[in-house]
């Protein structure tokens, strides 16, 4: 019985294209009290195999987080399957404001301690406590109030590309990082200040505004579904689109374009740019944003260094990483100090302590 990924993602490529089916890619996430995380995993992996499904799905005793795609005729079969478990009984599903065949090009189903990594003892606050949600038409109403506090909860390479017009948006690299420096910033506005928080598919909002209750925050509110479902109903119903540029996504596709700016800038040549990449160099692997006219200048790669250690022949690659370990930048996203026009450092919160 297969409750592994077997395939390479080349290998996985060319039978997605060889199958020549069109895919969907979906996000859900749902909390719940799972008992035994590890036998819901495989259960989940054996069905969504035979289902074609690709992805990254995250069980944990507190429920599940997924990002996935499937063959669009398997879609009803998949939904089905949602159903017939409890916790999953019509779960909201996000699609994806644009499609690609390729956005995941493997099925990998993990056991963790948490399907969100926030860092919080959650035996410390009631986690059932959240923010009031909002729809895209309560949302942006709820923006345009002068005692709103828009915060963005997703990372700084996300909201460089695309976020809600007058969010603030923390300059951190984790959401972990996130949660303690916007407590301390807008204590002094617990009573009276509307906190509004929004992320990519809402999972990161449910904790955060439950944890903002704890902390003594008297108006907490977060938008429904996130930045997807946020996309969907301004195209349905209509509504005015206050999201700028790109929804950063953490698959093959990279982003999403909500709308037609163009909010970044190339981190090498500082040009208007919005499109991130991974450095070619497979021993630094850098996650950073750069235009055509300087990727093909350096050869898909983030540096000097990187350029020419990818023009070798991959074999004299590979013993040049042997025992050296993996470069730091694996961890980055657009921090590394080569990058000249890479985001600056700044105090995102001074215009709503005064």
Known sequence: MQLYNKLSAIERAELIEKA???????????YAQISNPQQLRDQLFIKWDSLDVLGRIYVATEGINAQLSLPADQFDAFKNHLDSI??????RLNIAVEQDNMSFLKLKVKVRDKIVADGLNDDTFDVTNKGVH??????????????TVCVDMRNHYESEIGHFDGAVTPDVDTFRESLDIIEADLREHKEEKNLLMYCTGGIRCEKASAYYKHKGFKNVY?????IIEYTRQVNEEGIDNKFIGKNFVFDERRSEKISDHVIAKCHQCGTSCDTHVNCANDACHLLFIQCEACKTEMDNCCSTACK????????????????????????????ADHLPYKKDLRNIFETFKK
């Open 222 to 226: 977060q938008l429904e579904g996130g």
């Open 20 to 30: 020549g089916k069109d895919r969907l890619t979906l996000s859900f996430y749902q």
């Open 134 to 147: 909002l729809s895209a038409k309560e949302f942006n109403e709820m923006l345009a109030n002068p005692n």
């Open 308 to 335: 020419e250690i990818h023009a070798l022949p991959y074999e004299e690659q590979k013993q040049l990483r042997k025992g050296q370990g993996n470069s730091n930048d694996i961890f980055k996203k657009g921090r």
């Open 86 to 91: 409890d916790f999953l009984k019509d779960v």
